[in-house]
């Protein structure tokens, strides 16, 4: 809806407060990014991930000269409707919900900043710019082609049923691809989670900084730390390594950019949308080097034993919170109850799947102790 403007702040600013004052953007401190919570302090959160996003996306707006509180609100929001327990949450609960629609974070990110989010007087949600909106749904590329056909990640399974649902009222020109800072906030994420968990991996002790040798990039930027500081200890070293994956990939982009907009040459951003490619992008040669470095990952992090087994057990717990809700109403607080008469219907059960998905790592466990009197993570 219309309001007034708020100076001497921009609209886009606008959306960067409101998206820090939110509930689920505090939420975000105790969700896994890898670990779970309990694993240690130093591991990213969704929270300290979304904040390393921020600053990367800012940096590279300000080169491009792009609008640097449009790309750091879309970074700040972008995984604000992620699970409990990282993808395993994810996974679980789109199973779950494979019935009444399935769930996809990308879509709960939607709901949360129009519809979930209740503080303010006048509207549900947020109130955010359309451009904001737009790149929070679009920022990976268009969701549709020209015939409103299905693409890239939801050519199997459809686009959800909340985008679409939204975008018949507020038209989000879903066969087009976002704005350049959209772009940017999605590339920050890709540049962001490589080099961070290369940071945890390592402090978790899965793979060890030798192994970093022969894994492109990584590798590169090892050796040239070993070669200008052979005698640094272990933190520093890890430190000035990540710190040169960054710099490798941020510059990388600037430059294919570049050489994106003297080829494509857009005007405004309507051009940047109507582009048949990404403006903001890899080169080819990074977009491998990328490739390689995310298959070391997987192998050594992701899908390693310890884990998935905690991953495993997590996702048991989602299963029971929801069987457990969807039998019995009271098990909700008071105020999940609201507008709900106890049919288990698919309003009923995506009011559930929205409580569960809101949950942090922390209240998930809690509430699985308080209901069945067993913490499954740990027996």
């Known amino acids: 809806m219309s309001e007034p403007e708020s100076p001497p702040r921009t609209a886009f600013e606008r959306d960067r407060d409101r998206i820090v004052h939110a509930t689920a953007f505090r939420r975000l401190k105790h969700k896994t990014q890898v670990f779970v919570y309990h694993e240690g302090d130093h591991y990213r959160t969704r929270l300290t991930h979304s904040l390393e996003v921020a600053q990367i996306a800012r940096s590279i707006a300000r080169a491009l000269g792009l609008d640097e509180d449009l790309a750091e609100a879309l970074s700040l929001a972008h995984d604000l409707g992620h699970t409990p327990f990282g993808h395993a949450g994810e996974r679980a609960l789109d199973e779950l919900m494979q019935p009444h629609g399935g769930f996809d974070h990308n879509a709960q990110s939607l709901r949360i900043v129009t519809r979930l989010e ?153 051009d940047v949308r109507s582009l048949g490619e990404a403006l903001v992008a890899f080169s080819a040669g990074m977009q491998e080097k990328n490739r390689v470095l995310q298959a070391f990952l997987s192998r050594r992090m992701y899908d390693h034993e310890r884990v998935l087994m905690i991953m495993e057990r997590a996702g048991r717990l989602i299963v029971d ?51 069945f009197d067993l913490d499954p993570l740990f027996r």
């Open 118 to 270: 209740r503080h303010y007087a006048s509207f549900d949600g947020l109130n955010l710019t359309w451009e904001t909106l737009e790149g929070l749904v679009k920022h990976n590329g268009p969701l549709i082609d020209a015939e409103g056909h299905a693409v890239r990640h939801y050519r199997e399974k459809g686009v959800p049923q909340a985008i679409i649902e939204y975008n018949e009222v507020h038209d989000l020109a879903l066969a087009s691809y976002a704005s350049a800072e959209a772009q940017v906030a999605a590339i920050a994420d890709d540049i962001a989670y490589n080099a961070h968990d290369i940071d945890d991996g390592l402090r978790a002790g899965l793979f060890d900084v030798i192994d970093l040798g022969d894994v492109p990039l990584a590798g590169q930027a090892l050796a040239e730390v070993l070669r200008l500081h052979p005698d640094l200890e272990r933190p520093r070293l890890v430190h000035e390594t990540v710190r040169r994956v960054i710099a490798a990939m941020v510059g990388d982009v600037l430059a294919e950019t570049e050489l994106r907009v003297g080829r494509n040459k857009p005007a405004c951003a309507d």
């Open 321 to 371: 919170l929801f069987q457990a809700y969807m039998e019995k109403i009271d098990l909700l607080p008071r105020q999940w109850r609201h507008e709900l008469h106890g049919e288990r219907d698919a309003h009923y059960a995506r009011r559930v799947c929205d409580f569960i998905a809101g949950m942090t790592d922390r209240y998930a466990l809690d509430e699985h102790k308080r209901l």
